[in-house]
């Protein structure tokens, strides 16, 4: 991985978009990460790694989830 101060990113965008189609750069604001830059084909990985939320929802699993009871207060309201 190449990493990049966002001035020398500024000033070299062409080496850091090369860069990226083989590496992930990553880009620093005073010494701290800010920014990875990633080819379109690494994105579209990632992408594919996560589960979609549609087939999340669809999963046929028992779950046993105690929630609380809520402790509110309620007032009357007054509309004078």
Excluded at 42 to 50: C, G, K, V
Aim: no cysteine.
């Amino acid at each position: 991985m190449l990493v990049m101060s966002s001035r020398e990113f500024n000033q070299d965008l062409g080496r850091a978009k090369k860069t990226s189609l083989a590496t992930p750069v990553l880009v620093t604001e005073r010494g701290n990460p800010t920014h990875v830059l990633l080819s379109y084909h690494d994105y579209q990985q990632l992408l594919n790694q996560q589960p979609k939320v549609t087939d999340l929802l669809a999963l046929d699993v028992d779950i046993e989830v105690e929630i609380p009871k809520a402790n509110m207060a309620l007032k009357a309201v007054d509309f004078d």
